[in-house]
T-cell receptor
Framework: RKEVEQDPGPFNVPEGATVAFNCTYS??????FFWYRQDCRKEPKLLMS???SGNEDGRFTAQLNRASQYISLLIRDSKLSDSATYLC???????????FGSGTRLSIRP | EAGVTQFPSHSVIEKGQTVTLRCDPI?????LYWYRRVMGKEIKFLLH????????ESGMPNNRFLAERTGGTYSTLKVQPAELEDSGVYFC???????????FGSGTRLTVV
């Protein structure tokens, strides 16, 4: 079983739609959680950290459920520019490494 | 602030040759990480430096890979001799503090033929 699992998609939704991604992680000792965005042939870029209380940044809302070990990302009023791969990232108790999910591909159509 | 810089952006080498990748982290970032993505797989951790010391190198695939960070500034990752399965994108990332998100470089796309 992978340490971080994501639905690979692709999700193909119309502009203006709301779309949600989920991610599950296997290590209950994981400490920190993030969503990264990766455009085609580019580097991953931090989208937002995920906190237990949930957090919102504009059209993006992230939630963490420690009991069920899953993380979610909600995108409201999606834009064409939101088309990308969204990577769920988990940091364990080790100070060193972060673990990436394989990513969920999102395509927004006009 | 300059970001994380990686060089070269692309490298095509023959099997058995040596390649050295370089990463310049954001100035002042003590933590430097190497990751790689091979075809069809997720991005995977290779190793972590704190200043010039290797904090965790559990992700290094084998002894053909050698990473250094002399002086605690830039880092190099040498692959010698390269094999076909080493092809992929090698990312470097840096962070000032642990527990926060990292800033990634644009990566080096390595192709071994």
């Amino acid at each position: 079983r992978k340490e971080v699992e994501q639905d690979p998609g692709p999700f193909n939704v119309p502009e203006g739609a709301t779309v949600a991604f989920n991610c599950t992680y296997s290590n209950s000792a994981s400490q920190s959680f993030f969503w990264y965005r990766q455009d085609c042939r580019k580097e991953p870029k931090l989208l937002m950290s995920v906190y237990s209380s949930g957090n919102e940044d504009g059209r993006f809302t992230a939630q963490l459920n420690r009991a069920s070990q899953y993380i979610s990302l909600l995108i409201r009023d999606s834009k064409l520019s939101d088309s990308a791969t969204y990577l769920c990232v988990v940091k364990g108790s080790s100070a060193s490494k972060i673990i990436f999910g394989s990513g969920t591909r999102l395509s927004i159509r006009p | 602030e300059a970001g994380v810089t990686q060089f070269p952006s692309h490298s095509v080498i023959e099997k058995g040759q040596t390649v050295t990748l370089r990463c310049d982290p954001i100035s002042g970032h003590d933590n430097l990480y190497w990751y790689r993505r091979v075809m069809g797989k997720e991005i995977k951790f290779l190793l972590h430096f704190v200043k010039e010391s290797k904090q965790d190198e559990s992700g290094m695939p084998n002894n053909r890979f050698l990473a250094e960070r002399t002086g605690g500034t830039y880092s190099t990752l040498k692959v010698q001799p390269a094999e076909l399965e080493d092809s992929g994108v090698y990312f470097c990332a840096s962070s000032q503090d642990l527990g926060v998100g990292y800033t990634f470089g644009s990566g080096t796309r390595l192709t071994v033929v």
